[in-house]
């Protein structure tokens, strides 16, 4: 059963038979025979083929794969405890969009790390959706983002806020932008809007390169206050530039040392922001 509920989530998660047999290193027929014993073993529909390689989820499959998610979480506990004498440190994984992740958590890891010696940290950088789109499907434990996204699956919580200026080479007409997906993209076309600007755009799909080529004299950029270094220009935006961090999590933790960094973790912004 567990090797069907496998092929399952693969293929509820790229919505695609060819792409979950190519994650299980599995034939696509195999992957459609064992998608249909589940369905017989269950005596529901799991997925609607269109004809095509993309499939459509059931309600069915909604139910079974959020109720999946925790019974892996709950496995992952119980083989946990079976190894404890062997592996003694639990792995909690935190998933960041890319200003949190440079600017703020190092600055909590530090002091992570100090109130949790026994658990080790994974640490990933993403932008907002993706963040969302981790925690999920179960593939980190606690996400940091800068956009006010949220499914039913997830909890919310506003924890920080971070204002953003206007820096570089105002002289010039090169603005660099982030991606459309980037939590600082609206912001600037927001300000293009109220200055009446068509600028010439560069994309540049991380803050950290921005950063670098600011320093270089490159162009002119919206960015967080918390990453301008000395060698910038800048000068202060309205109120309505200054934007929100959320924490998010799953909704189903039942690890007691995760819980434990939960509260933590809330305790610790709420000290931060105040």
Not at 7 to 26: D, G, P
Not at 91 to 97: D, E, M, N, Y
Not at 106 to 127: A, G, K, T, W
Request: hydrophobic share 40%; charged share 25%; proline share 2%.
């Amino acid at each position: 059963m567990f090797k069907l509920l496998k092929t399952f989530r693969s293929v509820y998660e790229t919505k695609n038979f060819s792409k979950a047999a190519e994650q299980l290193f599995i034939s696509q027929p195999a992957v459609s025979n064992q998608i249909k014993q589940l369905e017989e073993e269950l005596a529901i529909q799991l997925f609607i083929r269109n004809g095509r390689q993309e499939i459509i989820t059931t309600k069915q499959a909604d139910i079974l794969y959020h109720h999946l998610l925790n019974l892996s979480d709950d496995w992952e506990d119980a083989l946990q405890a079976l190894r404890i004498k062997a592996i003694p440190r639990e792995t909690c994984r935190i998933v960041a969009s890319n200003t949190f992740a440079v600017y703020y958590l190092p600055e909590m890891i530090v002091q992570l790390i100090s109130q949790f010696p026994e658990v080790s940290f994974i640490l990933e950088m993403d932008n907002s959706e993706q963040v969302l789109d981790k925690i999920e499907k179960h593939q980190a434990h606690f996400g940091f983002i800068e956009k006010p996204l949220v499914t039913d699956s997830i909890i919310r919580q506003e924890i920080l806020s971070d204002e953003l200026v206007h820096a570089g080479d105002f002289s010039q007409k090169l603005w660099l932008v982030r991606e459309e997906t980037s939590g600082v993209f609206h912001y600037t076309e927001r300000y293009f809007l109220e200055q009446n600007l068509n600028p010439q755009k560069m994309v540049i799909k991380n803050n950290e390169m921005i950063i670098r080529c600011l320093e270089q004299g490159i162009g002119q950029s919206i960015i967080s206050k918390k990453s301008l270094t000395k060698k910038i220009t800048w000068h202060s935006l309205s109120q309505e530039y200054r934007r929100n961090f959320y924490f998010i999590k799953r909704q189903h933790i039942e690890s007691s040392q995760l819980q434990a960094i939960n509260r933590w973790i809330q305790v610790y912004c709420h000290k931060t922001n105040s």
